[in-house]
């Protein structure tokens, strides 16, 4: 190919992952096999002025011109010298060009500015030494491919492969990608959008970006549309590899994982009302935004539109982190503490409701429109009101009219959700129990640590396989009263229930020994034979004081009674923080 080759300031960065470079070395080692067609490679030839060098631009391919590049210059770098220096000036060509006979050579492919640093420095030299998991992945292509040719113990068989592949990629006759040449006036979007013939697939995100820079280039001129996609898309989005890292990031959201990009711009479809909960599904999500972009006639409304969609963006990557155990919770952060629930429960629903409060409400409106939300949230959980199914309708009713939320609310009463307390599983208890515990720490000054990390494990104190350490010869049931026939099954029955109530539930900040897990109280309490038991890992309120405290003091017994007392204390509390 002649001249430089451009990929376009909108399209993606580069994506590609061990995955593909496997597939793509598998299928050129194959030792004299036919080979796989690789696919088609779009390039549409850019206006020059007289005397400079042709320009191509990428429409489609650069994925796999990218590693082919990278994998030519790997199997170079591993040549036996006196190989290097045959094959020298034929690598130069197709990986660097000149402007003339006497100009420098410059890198043939013209990377956007997120790869261009780290595809340059392969191309120069770089060390396999300094690449590592954090480095960027057009580095760990070709410490892969290095490590990948070196596993050939063999140096014969080693020189001989990459003789191979060499010969492969660097003959002009073969068949593996065929160039299609487009004119300057070919609608290249077209071809973008449905031809995408091999490797990672186009996301959302992408297809809407290049739909809003290509309408961009249309209403007013390329340049224009470079200048401002740089100091918008690119400055939000991809300014730098931790940006880009956070907007890829992927959160479960119900049985779907989803990126923080897309979850934003479906949000934001949701906000302004083109993308209908109740009639649209998350595939439709970029045809609803060509849509969109498709009705701006003006340049103004297009960039009101875009810098609309970098003002939501930045509001939610500031609020919006990304929850690990790494991260320290308080009780008084109210947002964190509703979005840290929404994250347990795997619901980015009600982001769009969320997003909508940040921008458009004072403080003190979004602190209680936000605080109703987690009320809303807790109290449904437990009286299991409204399916979940039903939270994309009823946020976009909150979003039209913020009193609907009250409304809801005020049908859920708190006192209903007692029964919630009593067949609950642990990933619920252990939400509830981890924000009852931040509750205390914020409200008693006996405590210097307020923040505390989600990384705690639930345990019942009674065991769920009770019947061998806690029979009823050995811990008599409480109620007395329940007698005559089948009093036994009563009893039994009832033990069985309230083992799941949230009273029989704490947090420790280690996992008990499985031994001691169906131990009686005392040895679970205690341990035993160097095992540590609950007060060795009782570092919280509601597993010190609660359970800690009293059995210390002389109370050995533990037993339905205690559950039931310590479920409505529990519940007094939780009436107090979202009731």
């Not at 005559?484 to 069985?496: F, I, P, T, W």
Request: negative net charge.
């Amino acid at each position: 190919m002649e001249g430089k080759i451009i990929i376009p300031f909108f399209q993606r960065t580069y994506v590609w992952n061990e995955e593909n470079w496997e597939e793509l070395f598998e299928e050129l080692s194959n030792n004299g096999e036919k080979t796989k067609f690789l696919g088609a490679i779009i390039l549409k030839q850019l206006q020059t002025n007289t005397g400079e060098p042709k320009k191509l631009e990428v429409i489609d391919g650069q994925q796999r011109l990218t590693t082919i590049s990278i994998l030519i210059k790997t199997l170079f770098d591993n040549l036996q010298e006196d190989d290097k220096k045959q094959i020298e000036n034929d690598i130069k060509q197709i990986l660097f060009f000149k402007r003339d006979a006497f100009g420098k050579e410059e890198i043939r492919i013209d990377h956007s500015n997120v790869d261009k640093v780290a595809f340059e420095s392969v191309l120069n030299g770089v060390s396999i030494e300094n690449i590592n998991e954090k480095s960027h992945r057009i580095l760990k292509c070709y410490k892969y491919f290095f490590e990948k040719i070196n596993s050939i113990e063999r140096q014969e068989d080693r020189n001989q492969l990459i003789k191979n592949l060499l010969n492969t990629l660097l003959n002009t006759e073969n068949k593996m990608l065929v160039v299609i040449d487009l004119k300057e006036n070919d609608d290249e979007q077209k071809i973008f959008d449905t031809l995408n013939t091999a490797g990672v697939t186009l996301t959302s995100a992408e297809i809407i970006k290049n739909a809003l820079f290509k309408k961009y280039i249309e209403l007013i001129d390329k340049e224009k549309a470079i200048s401002f996609y740089k100091n918008t898309w690119e400055n939000t989005f991809l300014i730098n590899k931790d940006t880009t890292e956070y907007w890829e990031t992927e959160r479960l959201t119900g049985r779907l994982k989803r990126d923080n990009i897309e979850i934003l711009l479906h949000s934001i479809g949701v906000i302004k009302g083109f993308f209908d909960p109740d009639q649209h599904v998350l595939s439709e999500l970029s045809k609803l935004y060509k849509k969109k972009i498709h009705e701006f006639n003006d340049i103004e409304e297009l960039k009101s539109f875009i810098e609309e969609i970098i003002g939501y963006a930045k509001i939610y990557k500031e609020n919006m982190i990304n929850f690990d155990n790494d991260v320290s919770l308080s009780f008084d952060d109210n947002l964190n503490r509703l979005l840290h629930i929404l994250d347990v429960l795997e619901i980015s629903t009600f982001h769009p409701f969320i997003l909508y409060v940040l921008k458009k409400n004072q403080k003190q409106g979004q602190k209680t429109l936000l605080l109703n939300l987690e009320k809303f949230i807790i109290r449904n959980l437990l009286s299991n009101k409204y399916p979940t199914k039903n939270y994309n309708k009823l946020c976009k009713q909150f979003i039209n009219d913020n009193n609907e939320l009250n409304k809801k609310l005020e049908e859920l009463t708190i006192d209903n959700c007692i029964n919630g307390l009593k067949h609950i599983n642990n990933k619920y208890a252990t939400l509830i129990l981890f924000w009852i515990e931040l509750y205390r720490r914020n409200n008693d000054s006996k405590y210097d640590i307020k923040e505390l990390k989600y990384d705690y494990s639930l345990e019942h104190i009674m065991p769920q396989s009770w019947e061998d350490n806690w029979s009823f010869d050995k811990v008599p049931h409480p109620n007395t009263s329940i007698s005559g026939e089948n009093s036994v099954e009563k009893k039994l029955n009832d033990r069985k229930e309230k083992i799941d109530w949230i009273g029989n539930m704490t947090l420790l900040r280690s996992k008990l020994n499985s031994s001691l897990k169906n131990s009686d109280f005392e040895k679970k309490m205690n341990g035993e034979n160097r095992k540590k038991g609950i007060i060795a890992y009782a570092d919280l309120s509601i597993t010190k004081d609660d359970i800690v405290t009293p059995f210390n003091n002389g109370d050995k017994i533990w037993n339905e009674d205690k559950i039931e007392k310590r479920t409505n204390s529990l519940f007094n509390e939780i009436k107090k923080i979202w009731g």
